[in-house]
């Protein structure tokens, strides 16, 4: 039995967007219908490195097909000026839930982008308004660039605002988009009076108030990951409608775990988890909502999912390497 090496370019190349999204769609359905296991994410506190180990493991099934993986991803904020390395990276390894082989190993840090920017195109497609035609981006890092890539393909996206504050990463953005969507540079209220806007920033201070918003602005904050980190200010918060992604990663690493700890911001104030919505049992944007907040955190279904896309693409368009991992080689093929 091969498992299946899966470079970067290989993920890139197979999990296609428009088939990650509502891959990820089905991932928060089997979560809220009970039809999921998600396990707390893990940290190793790395102190002496300046840096942490995360492990997400999930199963999921959506009556469909069903997928089981883990994930292993640090941070480590020095890599960059010490070792010219990223900030962030990650494995996946995607196992076969009936046998429990590893049927492939892929890099994680491409599937990480790739399922972020679809957890935001899920959002927006729920809770904004349906003829969104402009983005805002605040961060013009490399997540930012899925975001573009997922939210386009769920609405008719025709102009983007991007506000970072390295004018190199702010060019390479526009350049890279200029064929696609007319880009221009701004500061963080021109972004933030689009009809979606993205957050993708590690700020601890918050940087978009409620007067930089526009009136229905749905807003994807993605950058908070850690506890501290804080992209929206309390009054956006507080005056918004917050939809998050899962409630115990959101309290305590998400965009409102600093209002949330303080008690600024309580379970009275969180309208919805995102699977609520998709199932039904809440609605998305009505006729009546003016700002929305979709809280993401970043969830292992979603990482399960992505590669899900990824193995199967790869395995039919006949990508990546094959290999012996575990000497099963002349065992029964994996499904």
């Known amino acids: 039995m091969q498992t299946l090496l899966l470079s970067k370019e ?4 197979n999990a296609e967007m428009a088939d990650v999204i509502p891959a990820v769609r089905e991932a928060f359905e089997s979560y809220e219908r009970g039809m999921a296991q998600m396990p707390a994410k893990s940290y190793i506190d790395l102190k002496q490195y300046n840096g942490d180990f995360r492990a997400m493991p999930a199963y999921l099934d959506t009556g469909d097909w069903d997928a089981a993986g883990l994930k292993w991803v640090n941070v480590h904020p020095d890599n960059s000026e010490k ?9 996946m390894i995607y196992s076969d839930p009936e046998t429990a082989v590893p049927i492939s190993l892929m890099d994680g840090t491409e599937l990480t982008m790739k399922r972020t920017g679809a957890a935001a195109a899920v959002a ?5 308004i349906r003829d969104a035609t402009t983005l805002g981006i605040v961060g013009a890092g490399i997540q930012s660039y899925t975001q573009v890539e997922a939210i386009s393909e769920i609405r008719p996206i025709e102009e983007i605002v991007v506000s970072d504050l390295e004018e190199t990463r702010t060019k390479q953005f526009i350049d890279h988009f ?4 007319s880009v221009s540079a701004g500061d963080v209220s021109d972004a933030a009076s689009c009809d979606v806007l993205s957050t993708v920033t590690p700020v601890r201070d918050p940087i978009v108030t409620l007067d930089d918003l526009g009136d229905h602005t749905h807003v994807n904050a993605m950058g908070a990951d850690a506890e501290g980190k804080q992209e929206l200010t309390n009054e956006v918060l507080l005056n918004a409608k917050i939809t998050i992604d899962d ?12 209002p949330y700890s303080d008690g600024t911001i309580t ?3 969180i309208y919805a988890d995102l699977g609520e919505i998709i199932v039904g049992t809440k609605d998305g944007r009505t006729s009546d909502d003016g700002i929305t907040v979709f809280d993401s955190t970043g969830l292992a279904i979603q990482d399960v999912a992505t590669a899900h896309i990824a ?6 368009n006949g990508n990546g390497t094959e290999f012996d991992l575990l000497g099963f080689a002349n065992s029964q093929p994996a499904r």
């Open 311 to 316: 193995y199967h693409a790869a395995k039919e």
């Open 124 to 128: 927006t497609d729920e809770l904004a």
């Open 83 to 91: 070792y010219g390395l990223p900030t962030v990276m990650g494995t």
């Open 267 to 269: 379970d009275n104030d």
């Open 178 to 181: 200029a064929d696609r969507f």
């Open 247 to 258: 409630h115990a990663q959101t309290t305590h690493s998400g965009e409102i775990n600093v």
């Open 10 to 13: 290989d993920v890139r190349e």
